[in-house]
């Protein structure tokens, strides 16, 4: 990939990607961020601090020079897309946007990358604020394949777990289940997608070799709804959880969707990655959790 820039790499999965690229030792890795989180790396990396959503930082990262990948993990409005479309024209190679399993609504089927086009889709414009997190993601996404002149991918992931998650999302689960808390879940049946922080990293990491252009779905094999999610709990722990239809905001489950929301990857798989399946890891990363190792 050589030059490298990447928004968003000092924590979760964005930073697995930089300790991945620096592994790699063929890339000049540039971080940019807000400077509100130390840059401690095993090898060193360039840093800029800037203001994602300054149309102006974003003008000045350009002019540095030009960027064979540039990893967006931060991208959230129409004006964000629209600002790194106008400063990397002409600048880039190839552009890599984190997108969301929640440009899709759920549903009781398989989603493919065609059930959201961001090729057609209504371009509006502001910033994060004026939307919700799918609709900003949605609008990121279709300013950028409709309106950059460079290629573009847009990584759809679904929840993303690990021992590292800052969100505890996970953690809550085992948590409520230890200590006997009840749970909210407006429908256990419904199965998600989910993948792990490392998975992701490496998937990025494959997107930077250009095999896909447009809209790519990532996720583990398999699914899991948040029933088979607490007995996998369950049964690691030996505690019962307490299952509830509603329940107090601080006890609603951050898993509870009322219908499926499975993502198919089959693009991603026909193009040549391999996902890891769920069981790879998933009981494993219960088990850390649980003993209070993540």
Not at 87 to 101: E, K, N, P
Not at 215 to 229: D, E, F, M, T, Y
């Amino acid at each position: 990939m050589g030059n490298v820039l990447i928004f968003g790499g000092t924590r979760y999965f964005g930073k697995k990607l930089v300790e991945l690229l620096l592994g790699e030792g063929e890339h000049d890795v540039t971080l940019a961020t807000r400077g509100n989180t130390p840059v401690i790396f095993s090898r060193r990396v360039k840093h800029l601090t800037l203001d994602r959503t300054n149309k102006e930082d974003l003008l000045r990262t350009a002019s540095i020079g030009d960027w064979d990948t540039i990893y967006d993990n931060i991208c959230y409005s129409p004006n964000d897309a629209i600002h790194a479309v106008k400063a990397f024209d002409g600048r880039v190679g190839r552009y890599i946007m984190t997108s969301t399993l929640s440009v899709y609504n759920p549903v009781d089927r398989l989603l493919t990358e065609n059930n959201y086009d961001p090729y057609t889709y209504p371009v509006l414009e502001g910033p994060s604020a004026n939307f919700t997190y799918q609709e900003g993601k949605r609008q990121a996404e279709a300013v950028l394949f409709q309106q950059a002149n460079f290629p573009v991918t847009a990584m759809r992931i679904p929840i993303v777990l690990g021992p590292d998650d800052y969100t505890k999302r996970l953690h809550f689960h085992v948590k409520h289940v230890k200590e006997g808390l009840p749970i909210g879940v407006p429908n256990p049946a419904a199965k998600l997608s989910l993948i792990s922080s490392d998975e992701t990293a490496k998937f990025l990491s494959w997107l930077g070799q250009g095999k896909v252009d447009g809209p790519v779905n990532a996720a583990s094999g398999g699914s899991l709804s948040v029933r088979q999610i607490l007995s996998i709990i369950e049964e690691i722990t030996g505690e019962t959880a307490v299952i509830q239809p509603d329940s107090q905001p601080e006890h609603k489950s951050p898993f509870g969707v009322p219908a499926d929301w499975v993502m198919d990857t089959s693009k991603a798989v026909q193009a040549g990655y391999s996902f890891h399946s769920l069981s790879d890891w998933f009981p494993e990363l219960v088990r850390e959790i649980a003993s209070g190792r993540a």
